[in-house]
Each structure stands twice: as C-alpha cells, then as structure tokens.
C-alpha cells in the first residue's frame, strides 16, 4: 500500500511572506499527486495536481514541486493571505484510490 | 450546481442505535466515495461505487458499517449498532469517472456518546 506522510503538523507564517509545505511518500510506483485544502468545517477542496512526468506545476499562487528520486513533493503557496488559513494534505492517487497525508495546520498571522 | 450535499452536518447519538449518513452526489457523476476522517487515522476511503455498484468496500471497518446506492442521486452509509469509536467527520465524495477529480461534500460530525 501507499504511506504519506508530512514534515510538519503545523505552520505559523506571516500574512504576505511564502509558504512551503512538504509531504513524503513511499511508493516509488505512484504517479498522481494532488494536495488539498481543507477549511474548518468544510471538506477537502482540490487545489492542484501534478503528475510524475512533471517536476513542476504552478497555478494561481500556488506551485507544486516534485522530486521522484527523493519520493517529496512540496506546495508553495506565494505572498500567503489570511484566507490560506487551513489544513493542507497531499494525496497520492492510484486509479480511484486517494492515500492522504496526515495534514499540516497552516496559521498565517496578520 | 449544488456540490456534494451531505444530511445530516451533525449527529449525536447514544451507543447501540443505528445511525443513517445521507449523500447526494454531483450530478452527472457516476462514482462516489464515503470517507471517514479521525485525528488519528487521518481521511480513510470507506467504500467506493462506480455506476450505483460497490467496487472497492476493503475500507469499511467491520460488518456494523454497510451503504448502499440504490440510484445514481443518493447513498446512503448506515452504522448498526454505532459504537464511541465510530465519532468521527464521514465524508462523501463524487466524481465523473473513477479517475477524475474528487468532490467532496461538507461531511457529517458524528458524535457517538
């Protein structure tokens, strides 16, 4: 089976500055990584994807990086507002099976 | 359109009563998820439907859980008897085809007392 997991269960970061949160996982084979964004009270809202021909995706604010040699993908999120304020997991996918990470609390402070 | 609509956002329960978590799919989506969220397993795939058929239940924890799908608009995850270790966040979840995006509904807080 797939194990994921991430660096840090929680980040503190001032509003306007970047942040980066980085997730591991296990199986070499995977090859469909998505992370997600979780409000409290909501359930988990895709953000972006990225798949292991890709090293790199970026959309609105947001990049994914990923180093297949290592099994680590991290999310950056650029110029970080109060609105970020949440709980990020990444997820491996496999056919229609989704392995999430445990999540990171990210606080941004005004 | 609506989203993934879940009923109800809250149940409080006591031990030993049966206890029903509603999802109606996107519509036009034929595959549909139920997931269980706790502070220690994390977000856990219960059971998986593709066409209103159960492909993968290898997630369901023991025979009290069952869910059904008797039409492409509504599931249904049913607990009986409920157990204190079943409180957990259920989230449904649907998507086009197996292997599309996943939309998740706003979940059920289960309490079991």
């Known amino acids: 089976g797939e194990s994921v997991g991430l660096h840090l269960p929680t980040l503190s970061v001032q509003e306007g500055d970047n942040s980066i949160i980085n997730c591991a996982y296990s199986n070499s084979a995977s090859d469909y990584f998505i992370w997600y964004k979780q409000e409290s009270g909501k359930g988990p809202q895709f953000i972006i994807d990225?798949?292991?021909?890709?090293d790199k995706r970026q959309g609105q604010r947001v990049t994914v990086l990923l180093n297949k040699t290592v099994k680590h993908l991290s999310l950056q999120i650029a110029a970080t507002q109060p609105g970020d304020s949440a709980v990020y997991f990444c997820a491996v996918r496999n056919d229609y099976k989704l392995s999430f990470g445990a999540g990171t609390t990210v606080t941004v402070r005004a | 359109d609506a989203g993934v609509i879940q009923s109800p956002r809250h149940e409080v329960t006591e031990m030993g009563q049966e206890v029903t978590l509603r999802c109606k799919p996107i519509s036009g989506h034929n595959s549909l998820f139920w997931y269980r969220q706790t502070m220690m397993r994390g977000l856990e795939l219960l059971i998986y439907?593709?066409?209103?058929?159960?492909?993968?239940d290898s997630g369901m924890p023991e025979d009290r859980f069952s869910a059904k799908m008797p039409n492409a608009s509504f599931s249904t995850l049913k607990i009986q008897p409920s157990e204190p270790r079943d409180s957990a966040v259920y989230f449904c979840?649907?998507?086009?085809?197996?292997?599309?995006?996943?939309?998740f509904g706003p979940g059920t807080r289960l309490t079991v007392t």
């Open positions: 990225i798949r292991s021909n890709m």
């Open positions: 979840a649907s998507s086009l085809t197996a292997g599309d995006e996943q939309y």
């Open positions: 439907f593709n066409n209103n058929v159960p492909i993968d």
